[in-house]
């Protein structure tokens, strides 16, 4: 008999890529979807066409389990967000049955987490502001500074409890193989859990046990809707991690009161509404990856039932030593998979180092709440994919293709191009590709813009690119070269504002000081706070200068999204003084004249760093775009923008070759 063959994957990790049993599922590996919803879901409350496909690749890409997230049960009271799944709305049953079945087609079980916003129901809440519930009901009345609170009648929560129960059932029915009650992130469950806001007297209120009865006689109502063998999993806190909330010692309890009774417990952390805690729940960069295993391994070591962890992984071999260690039984990754949605069969088929790295930019939280739709700074068809199922045609020829720069844009360009048959050369002026995210990653918490770029770079030489190291693409250069199309990817230069002094020796350009910081003195004034000069302080002040920061606008990083900025400010307040509403007059032998309020002031400075902003290189981009037919300027030179519009305009204008 042959032996049996084994995957470089399951070699390299044997515990990730190991079977799990929960109720009457087989999961194919340790990798779960963990819960998203981004609002591609229409007024009635349905599943859109987009959200379904969005949904079907994450299957496509390898993990055994795909999760929906925050499926309202009780539309009137509980739905959080403008735009949620509503489980008792008319019509929902075609969509979530589209949505199981692309799922279940492309290889992965289908999950959906049943979810009720509490008192967020009737408040404006992150992502909420528009077609709020009439009233918004939690454990107990509270005037908050978003509205008053009523307490929920002991009728509405068994009501409520109901709900659950059908929810359950509908999502059954409609093929999901398992479903999550979620009570953590601060909404229903998790206030009433909290020992602040549940101030009742009735059995919903006074000791854990009887706050804790809403939420087991909820799970008591699902198993009953859904029978004995199908999959309950459950999302609770380790630790909520703020005042009003659980400590790790009354979560393991309540995870205790939920042992044997779900077959699964998924341990997050936080509160999705408190600005202060969202950055943890959902880690920013200025955490290690894996921050909140430890919960869900604190909790392991009371229960039998298996437990999921989370914590913005999407290392494999972090994922491997998580379950091989015993911390935790599964993993769920969020934003790891909207990155990359391939993670899980990269990791399998050996290609690790392939793996689009997250870089918890919050680009997709963004998107979600100001689009309504959702992208990803690393990955130009995340939110598309629907149109992505419309096979593009193939080339009528090959191409003699050239691309001048070796920034993202033009590496993401060039590897495009390559895959679509064309004939690829790069030329890059310096001597390695990467372009601006070698400056833009080179503080301590920005290794993910590194990963990113070497990526990158081993994609270009996979795909089979001619790259030319130290070559600058002249407009002769180019006459000479012939290109049949020609990419445009110079990139931009930095702002020099008619400042006087700032040909000053004490002087340093932005990108120079991220390259080399041994140029910078001990006191550095940064001359710009939007988020180069916000991110600079805080590289610096981690490398122990001492930094201020001269911003013209009333606030730091004005221009970032909010969710980024929830978890860049609090690092930017540490790092530096700020002097917002200060204008810049001179920059002197002792530091920056500025202006504030009318008044005149001396910031003191060793070292200068101009960091006020940058513009692209028309002219030059314009000259060499001039001299072939087929021409696509892409990336900064094009326009200024972030890694997303720079990856986003190189991989569409490729794909018109």
């Not at 070699?11 to 979807?33: D, S, T």
């Not at 289908?110 to 408040?123: M, P």
């Amino acid at each position: 008999m042959a032996e049996k063959s084994c995957s470089k994957g399951k070699e390299l990790y044997p515990h990730l890529f190991a079977p799990l049993r929960i109720g009457n599922i087989r999961m194919k590996n340790r990798i779960i979807c963990a819960p998203t919803s981004p609002s591609m879901i229409d007024l009635n409350g349905h599943f859109t066409p987009e959200m379904i496909a969005y949904l079907e690749e994450k299957a496509e890409g390898g993990a055994a389990v795909v999760t929906y997230g925050e499926a309202i049960i009780h539309s009137a009271t509980g739905k959080s967000h403008n735009k949620q799944l509503q489980l008792d709305a008319f019509g929902v049953r075609q969509g979530m049955t589209e949505a199981a079945r692309a799922i279940h087609n492309a290889g992965a079980y289908a999950n959906i987490q049943l979810s009720h916003g509490g008192k967020y129901g009737g408040l404006v809440s992150v992502g909420g502001d528009v077609a709020t519930c009439e009233v918004a009901y939690g454990p107990s009345h509270e005037m908050t500074p978003m509205g008053e609170v009523q307490e929920m009648p002991r009728e509405l929560v068994y009501e409520i409890i109901e709900s659950y129960g059908k929810a359950a059932k509908l999502c059954k029915e409609t093929g999901f193989d398992m479903v999550q009650v979620h009570a953590a992130h601060g909404w229903l469950f998790s206030q009433f859990l909290s020992p602040v806001m549940n101030q009742r007297t009735d059995e919903f209120g006074g000791s854990l046990e009887n706050r804790a009865r809403f939420f087991l006689l909820t799970v008591e109502a699902v198993r009953n809707a859904v029978g004995p063998q199908f999959p309950i999993e459950a999302r609770i806190s380790g630790d909520d991690l703020t005042d009003i909330g659980l400590g790790m010692e009354d979560c393991i309890k309540v995870a205790e009161m939920i042992d044997g009774k779900v077959d699964l417990i998924n341990v997050s952390c936080g509160n999705h509404e408190d600005p202060d805690m969202f950055c943890r729940t959902h880690p920013s960069a200025f955490y290690p990856r894996g921050v909140n295993v430890y919960l869900a391994a604190a909790v392991k070591k009371h229960v039998k039932t298996p437990v999921a962890c989370v914590g913005s992984l999407n290392d494999p071999a972090q994922m491997e030593e998580i379950i091989a260690s015993g911390q935790a039984d599964a993993v769920e990754i969020g934003r790891a998979v909207l990155a990359d949605p391939y993670l899980p069969k990269k990791a399998y088929e050996g290609r690790a180092d392939d793996i689009t790295p997250c870089l918890r930019c919050y680009e997709c939280f963004g998107s979600t709440v100001e689009l309504e739709m959702v992208k990803c700074m690393v990955n130009p068809t995340m939110g598309q994919q629907l149109a992505a199922k419309c096979p593009k045609a193939e080339p009528e020829r090959k191409k003699k293709v050239l691309v001048v720069g070796g920034g993202p844009a033009g590496m993401e360009a060039a590897i495009t191009a390559a895959r679509r048959g064309h004939e690829v050369t790069l030329a890059e002026k310096s001597d390695k590709l990467g372009g601006n995210l070698h400056p833009a990653g080179a503080a301590y918490f920005k290794e993910d813009i590194r990963k990113l770029c070497d990526v990158l770079a081993r994609r270009v030489e996979r795909a089979g690119v001619k790259v030319l190291l130290g070559t600058e693409a002249t407009p002769d250069y180019v006459k000479e070269f012939a290109p049949d199309a020609l990419f445009v990817a110079i990139g931009s230069e930095e702002l020099c504002p008619p400042i006087p002094g700032l040909d000053s020796k004490n002087v340093v350009m932005a990108v120079d000081a991220e390259l080399h910081p041994e140029k910078l003195g001990q006191k550095v004034v940064i001359m710009g706070g939007g988020l180069v000069g916000a991110e600079a302080a805080v590289g610096f002040h981690h490398d122990g200068k001492e930094c201020t920061i001269v911003e013209m606008k009333p606030a730091i990083a004005e221009d970032v999204n909010s969710f980024y900025r929830g978890g860049l400010m609090p690092e930017v307040e540490k790092a530096a003084k700020c002097y917002v509403n200060t204008k810049v007059k001179a920059v002197v032998p002792e530091g920056v004249l500025c202006e504030k309020d009318g008044e005149e002031l001396l910031l003191e400075a060793d070292t200068v760093v101009c960091a006020l902003g940058l513009k692209p290189l028309c002219e030059k981009a314009d000259a060499l775009a001039e001299l072939v037919d087929e021409c696509y300027i892409i990336g900064d030179c094009g326009k200024v923008g972030k890694i997303y519009d720079a990856m986003n305009t190189g991989y569409y204008s490729a794909m018109r070759v």
